[in-house]
């Protein structure tokens, strides 16, 4: 059987979603490990006043691409960037463009999606549900289609503890919700908006969950995959350890550790801290890729992507390695760190009034003695919001089946394992993690979290 290189040479492959955290190393990954791979389509928005062909060469000039440069200096002719804003009809891409996609795509991996946890109902519905049908109707008009890759995640079912790698029912009919948000003004959906997404902790989980409804509803016509990785994290190994470019998850919670400003975190020391690092999800998705386009099988395969059931690792095993911060705290640290977590909510709160906000009050007060602009409280409202949407993943424990994880590794070759490796070592991870990317990624971003 073809090795996973030599599958991917000479394909031509679609990527939403390739200028974000996992795109991005995705990109990577297929034009370093896959040389032959024919060209990559992306499907990229102007954004910020940079126009999409501006914002793709940027992305090639990070440190990211070094290696992929080193290895071929030329290799930005094997991006086609295509312009496209997923939440338009037709996904906004022009007529040509269309029929360029639709006449050569072999492969899809769809990565684009919102991952805030506080986007309003009716735009995370938008992107990661109709955008995501849009996909699979443009999908369906591609005779060279092998595989459609719909990268999900293993919180999509997180109103259960037990996950098996399988769809579940949706929580809704998802046309049903759509035409109905469709008439309701922004005001109406915010109100009722707790309501419908149950027991799901926000409106992110709950849209992930009826996108992989809407893929099912096609796996029939189309060879399709659902990756679910857990909590993605720095790189592991490749390009090279501890690349990260994102604040999300828990990587800006550690940096406010590391700069001694959080300081106490509800979380239970004894649970999962289910980090995956990124490298592997992108190797897993690859490989995932091959299998589905090779053999085809005849329902939508899920991979849950998921260190717990191999390598558990725990909160409170993080919380020690949050202590090394005492010793070397991030650049301009506000304190020195201390890091405390705890399941008891009401020791929270006395943390959070001692270590947090008593300290705020007080450098506000020498901030205006001093003729400066009080900042502190402001920096710790908007921590205590972000904690309060992440505490609820802190604070439980689920089981994830990763059987087809494990039918997957074993149908790699020898070699090809080498190339995707797909399980992390805990230990090994979590310090190159913590350590190296949390140092270099806030010293280049240090205006933030801490006082300047
Ligand atoms: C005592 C310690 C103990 C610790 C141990 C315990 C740790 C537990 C951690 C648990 C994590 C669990 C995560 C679970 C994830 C589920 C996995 C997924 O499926 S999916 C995917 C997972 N999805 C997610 O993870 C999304 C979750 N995040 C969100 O939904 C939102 O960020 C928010 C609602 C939390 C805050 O919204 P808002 O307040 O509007 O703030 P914005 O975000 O808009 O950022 C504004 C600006 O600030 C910048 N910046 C931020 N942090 C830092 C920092 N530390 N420094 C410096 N800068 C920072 C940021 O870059 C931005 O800059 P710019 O671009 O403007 O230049
Ligand atoms: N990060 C994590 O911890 C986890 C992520 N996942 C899943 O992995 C996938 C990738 O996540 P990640 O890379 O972290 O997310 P990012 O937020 O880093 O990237 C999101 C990507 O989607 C694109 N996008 C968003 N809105 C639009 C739009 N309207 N039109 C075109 N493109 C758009 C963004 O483009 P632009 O640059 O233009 O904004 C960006 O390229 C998602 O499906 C997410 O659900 C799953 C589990 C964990």
């Excluded at 490990?33 to 024919?38: A, I, L, N, Y």
């Excluded at 592991?236 to 001694?260: M, R, T, Y």
Aim: hydrophobic share 40%.
């Amino acid at each position: 059987m073809a090795s996973i290189a030599d599958y991917y040479a000479g394909k031509s492959v679609l990527i939403t979603g390739a200028t974000g955290f996992m795109g991005k190393v995705l990109v990577e990954k297929l034009l370093r490990s896959c040389p032959h791979v024919r060209a990559l389509y992306l499907l990229v928005r102007p954004k910020a006043g940079q126009s999409m062909q501006e914002r793709v060469s940027d992305m090639m000039k990070c440190k990211l691409f070094d290696r992929v440069r080193e290895d071929n200096p030329d290799f930005h002719q094997k991006i086609v960037p295509i312009s496209s804003e997923l939440i338009q009809p037709g996904l906004a891409i022009g007529p040509e463009d269309k029929e360029t996609l639709t006449s050569c795509i072999n492969i899809i991996f769809h990565c684009a999606a919102t991952i805030r946890f506080d986007e309003p109902l009716k735009h995370a519905l938008q992107l990661n549900v109709m955008a995501t049908q849009q996909l699979i109707s443009l999908a369906q008009q591609m005779p060279h289609l092998q595989a459609f890759i719909h990268i999900s995640t293993a919180y999509a079912n997180c109103n259960r503890r037990h996950i098996d790698d399988i769809i579940y029912p949706p929580p809704v009919e998802p046309k049903k919700l759509i035409d109905s948000l469709e008439w309701m003004e922004d005001s109406i959906v915010r109100d009722i908006t707790p309501r419908l997404i149950g027991d799901h902790p926000n409106t992110y989980t709950y849209t992930k969950a009826l996108a992989e409804c809407v893929v099912q509803k096609e796996s029939s016509k189309l060879s399709i995959a659902i990756i679910r990785p857990s909590i993605v994290g720095a790189s592991w190994q490749e390009p090279f350890p501890g690349w990260i470019d994102n604040f999300n998850g828990p990587s800006g919670v550690f940096i406010a550790a590391g700069k001694g400003i959080l300081r106490t975190m509800r979380a239970n020391n004894d649970a999962v801290a289910d980090l995956i690092p990124v490298d592997v999800v992108i190797n897993l998705t690859l490989a995932a890729g091959w299998y589905t386009a090779v053999h085809r099988p005849k329902a939508a395969l899920v991979y849950n992507c998921t260190t717990g059931g191999i390598n558990p690792f725990h909160w409170g095993e993080i919380g020690m390695f949050l202590f090394s911060f005492k010793r070397n705290p991030l650049e301009q640290a506000f304190r020195r760190p201390n890091a405390n977590i705890t399941s008891n909510y009401l020791m929270n709160q006395y943390w959070i009034l001692v270590s947090h906000r008593f300290p705020a009050l007080l450098y506000d007060l020498y901030l205006r003695l001093s003729g400066q602009k009080p900042q502190m409280m402001r920096i710790f409202n908007r921590l205590h919001k972000a904690i309060g949407l992440l505490e609820y993943f802190s604070s439980q424990d689920w089981e994830w089946n990763s059987e087809n994880m494990n039918m997957l590794m074993s149908h790699l070759s020898p070699e090809d394992r080498k190339v995707q490796y797909l399980q992390p070592r805990p230990s090994t991870y979590h310090t190159a993690m913590i350590a190296t990317s949390l140092q270099t990624f806030s010293s280049r971003h240090s205006t933030l979290m801490c006082v300047s």
